[in-house]
């Protein structure tokens, strides 16, 4: 199995300061992501992070599209909101939802 390299996980504090840096189109993604900081705690936001780059590694380039990557985004959020929140979990579920758009489509 590949390994994830080790990143830096921001603090909510950082991504607000970050947010204020960028452009009103990215602005509105980054009011996402501290809406979720905040509604996680920091090890279950890096566990979301890391199961959502994961999950779109394995897209193919006919789905690699904002839509799929947002199909996969929210179903590690739903699985986080039931709290299901160790890596593995999320993985799954960022995993499960990559089939179910292949086979939508």
């Known amino acids: 199995m590949k390994r994830v390299p080790e990143q830096k996980h921001l603090t909510v504090k950082e991504i607000q300061q970050r947010i204020g840096e960028l452009s009103s189109s990215d602005r509105m993604a980054g009011d996402v992501a501290a809406m979720l900081a905040s509604e996680f705690n920091d090890r279950t936001f890096a566990n979301m992070e890391v199961a959502l780059q994961r999950a779109c590694a394995r897209l193919s380039p ?7 990557r947002k199909v996969i985004a929210q179903k590690i959020i739903e699985c986080a909101r039931r709290g299901q929140t160790s890596l593995s979990q999320l993985t799954a579920a960022g995993a499960d939802a990559l089939q179910l758009e292949r086979a939508a489509t």
């Open 62 to 68: 006919e789905f690699d599209d904002h839509k799929t």
